[in-house]
């Protein structure tokens, strides 16, 4: 262990290098305050760093999702198409990072072990891994939504001899799936994208499927110099338009109800926004259809269809249809062909709630019906999501109390910022922040720039330690609850609602998300910065 005069010294210590992090170490330095970023990675990107599974991009327009900050940054960049595929987006991570020289503020392959409060200065220690140790008066979380991996609880899964691979830790080798006899376990988003992709050249591909999902087309196309140039002019209505919309996507929803047009007018509608690219089917919609379960029900019963269409054995395709919820209440993966993938005579779907999945054997996959043998194993079995990436570290606040026993029951936080007991930290894109359920950059940037305001505040007042009050993080807490029931999502069980089937012990319903809307959710922020912090207690 080392001494605390050994240990290095900074204002602010960040955790992680991706999107947030990176925009977070920029601001920091534009304030003259000293900032050290600590990346379990080899390199920056986060999210898009350390998911390279095949088929992985974008479902947001690849031109709102990109830093709106610099005019030189939109100007240098191009993408090249709609939807930006992983390698793209992550090249445009270096270029950013290249561009501001980023990396000489960051240490690399860094894994964060523990994050302890001292009372006695109001500083934060942070202890990597590998022993290595450094203090910072404030600590500033940039881990991400999707920051742990899970695993499913299979027994025998070391047993397996073949290939076996998770998407989110995917390696940054080539995988080759030629004539290989190759087992996908899952179908949310990453699991979509990935069978999409595999079953263009395995042998044999096997989908061992436990709840479908509603997928709508995502259309994607190569982005033209026509194009370029009229993305090039536009920015800044692109990025007024994802200020003002509910998710921060050039997607905002339509003013009409569903229940009061006509079910030709709604049907014309629906097949317009099926047959356009983006999210447009879940965030554009009619107004009701995520709030009111019998306008839910109209496009749900629409999806439905589509499915039977472009499914050819009917069997199949009622598999493929979920039964437990309605279209949009849980993320809506976009696919290019996804269904048509199971009208390959190389492609199989089990469904593992009629023919659970028993172990893994070291040749391949037992049910309880039969036994598969496999080349590949790739489990896209998603995240602990939102808070698993704080799960993973030791977090301890004042008087050395976890994180992990105030947040046993669920997450409880003061503007998904900061948490009432853990002075001086801050989460940015954390549970109960618009920024969980966003275009995540345009909130980001949200989260980043309110941040440094507030630590423009403390530094210009000579304040030592900033601390949520119990009574404001209770008031949040019960805001962001009512905002969520609202929502048809906070009936379903998914990631949204805390709900991990894949983990012991999350099964107990919460939220993690913030469902008022980014715009409502900028404005609140707003209004606690224009009363001098309101609900924070400065000293």
Not at 149 to 177: L, N, Q, R, S
Not at 474 to 501: C, D, P, Y
């Amino acid at each position: 262990m080392m001494t605390a005069p050994d240990r290095e010294q900074y204002d602010v210590i960040i955790v992680g290098a991706g999107i947030s992090g990176m925009y977070q170490l920029l601001k920091l330095r534009e304030l003259g305050m000293s900032a050290r970023v600590f990346e379990a990675g080899s390199d920056v990107g986060g999210t898009w760093y350390w998911n390279r599974y095949p088929g992985a991009r974008f479902d947001s327009e690849s031109y709102s999702y990109g830093y709106s900050f610099s005019e030189e940054l939109l100007e240098e960049w191009e993408w090249s198409e709609h939807f930006s595929p992983q390698p793209e987006t992550l090249r445009y991570c270096n270029y950013v990072a290249d561009k501001f020289d980023l990396r000489r503020n960051m240490e690399f392959n860094s894994l964060i072990k523990s994050a302890h409060f001292n009372d006695d200065d109001n500083s934060w220690t942070i202890e990597t891994e590998d022993g290595r140790e450094a203090t910072a008066r404030f600590l500033i979380t940039a881990i991400g939504v999707f920051a742990q991996p899970t695993m499913p609880d299979i027994p025998g899964i070391d047993e397996f001899k073949g290939e076996a691979y998770h998407t989110a830790t995917w390696p940054h080798d080539p995988v080759d799936f030629t004539d290989k006899r190759v087992a996908v376990i899952g179908t949310g988003a990453t699991g979509v994208q990935t069978i999409q992709e595999v079953a263009k050249t395995a042998g044999h591909l096997t989908v061992f499927q436990r709840s479908p999902n509603y997928c709508a087309p995502l259309l994607n196309a190569k982005i033209t110099d026509e194009e370029q140039k009229k993305i090039k002019a536009s920015y800044p209505e692109i990025f007024a338009r994802c200020r003002e919309s509910y998710a921060g996507f050039i997607h905002d929803s339509d003013p009409r109800r569903a229940l009061r047009e006509s079910p030709e007018e709604r049907e014309k509608f629906y097949e317009q926004l099926y047959n356009e690219p983006g999210f447009g089917i879940w965030m554009g919609n009619f107004r009701d259809v995520l709030v009111d379960e019998e306008a839910n029900a109209t496009i749900t019963e629409f999806m439905k269809r589509k499915i039977r269409k472009r499914v050819n054995d009917p069997a199949i395709a009622e598999k493929l249809t979920p039964k437990n919820h309605g279209f949009g209440t849980r993320r809506v993966p976009l696919e290019g062909g996804y269904y048509e993938v199971y009208n390959q005579d190389n492609v199989r779907l089990v469904d593992i709630r009629e023919t659970p999945i028993e172990r893994i054997t070291n040749t391949g996959i037992d049910t309880s019906d039969a036994s598969y043998d496999f080349d590949m194993i790739i489990y896209a079995t998603g995240f602990n999501a939102v808070t698993g990436g704080f799960d993973r570290i030791d977090i301890r606040g004042a008087g050395g109390r976890t994180l992990k026993d105030k947040w046993a029951e669920g997450p409880r936080t003061y503007l998904g910022i900061q948490i009432e007991g853990f002075p001086n930290m801050f989460t940015l894109v954390g549970p109960h922040n618009a920024a969980s359920f966003c275009n995540i950059p345009r909130c980001i940037e949200q989260n980043v720039e309110w941040v440094s305001d507030l630590m423009t505040y403390v530094k210009d007042k000579g304040y030592q330690r900033v601390a949520a009050t119990l009574e404001a993080e209770e008031e949040w807490t019960e805001h962001v609850f009512l905002m969520a029931q609202r929502m048809l999502f906070s009936k379903t069980n998914s990631w949204f609602t805390g709900i991990n089937s894949n983990l012991a012990g999350k099964d107990h319903r919460t939220v993690l998300l913030y469902a008022g809307g980014a715009p409502h959710y900028r404005e609140k922020c707003d209004d606690v910065a224009a009363k001098g912090y309101a609900g924070f207690t400065l000293q």
